[in-house]
Every structure is written in C-alpha cells, then in structure tokens.
C-alpha cells in the first residue's frame, strides 16, 4: 500500500494505493467538526489533535496483498503534512485493529468531499473542495 496527497484545480486528493487484487475491502468515511476524535481501540482522543479545524475519520478493512502476515503491507510515512495543499493538512495512519485500519486527514474547515473506489491500479480516493 501507498498512500499520497495532491493538489487540484477545485479539489485536494487524498489516495490510499492498494497492491494485489479481489474485492474491495469495506471502507467508511466519518466527518468531525473538529482536529480530533476518539480512537479504536483505547477510546481516547486521538493525540496530538491534527492540524486544521476539522477531521476525516477513514476506515478501511484488511487488504490482503501477500505480505507475510507477519510483516506490514504499508511501509511509507505513518504522517504526511503536504506544503501545496488547501484543505487536506495533514494525513495520519493512526491505528489498526481486528482488521480495519484507520487513517485520520485533518482538514483547514469542514469541506464538502466525494469518496471513490477505484480500479487499475486499486484505490481509495477522496476529494475534498476547495472551492
């Protein structure tokens, strides 16, 4: 997996790149009008607060891409604060448990925003305005 962030024309894009194949995993996209929420499993509140105002809550289940199931299928940066985007100010993978993984992306302000699965190569993508 690989996981990235860009800058639009009226979007910032945040994509979570999936290696392997077969049926997309289940996936849920919780809006917070804050820089933090609580976090599976503990129930504490995700610390430190994201940056921005307010906070995507991304969760997605397992993946299995034949990594060895003792070894971690994503190996990029656990955090991603991109200089060029609007909206999207930071990107954060911050737990996994019983198969589903989260990933948390703080946000400028509440902004409309479309989720999208897609294919070749698989992916989780979501756009948020900046218009």
């Known amino acids: 997996m690989t996981m990235r962030v860009a800058r639009h024309d009226c979007f910032d894009r945040w994509v979570m790149e999936f290696t392997g194949s ?3 995993p ?3 996209v919780t809006p917070y009008g804050a820089s ?3 976090v599976d499993p503990s129930g504490e509140p995700l610390s ?3 940056e921005g105002t307010a906070s995507l809550d991304v969760a997605f289940g397992a993946w299995y891409d034949g990594t060895p199931l003792d070894q971690s299928a994503y190996a990029g940066p656990l955090v991603l604060r991109p200089g060029d985007t609007t909206e999207i100010l930071e990107v954060r993978l911050i737990s996994g448990f019983e198969g589903i ?4 992306i703080g946000l400028a302000e509440p902004r409309p925003y479309k989720v999208a699965w897609l294919t070749d190569p698989v992916r989780l993508v979501i756009d948020v305005s900046t218009a």
């Not at 993984?101 to 948390?104: D, E, I, Q, V």
């Open 22 to 24: 077969g049926p997309a």
């Open 26 to 28: 289940g996936w849920s």
């Open 36 to 38: 933090t929420f609580l």
């Open 48 to 50: 430190p607060p994201l």
């Open 101 to 104: 993984s989260h990933a948390a």
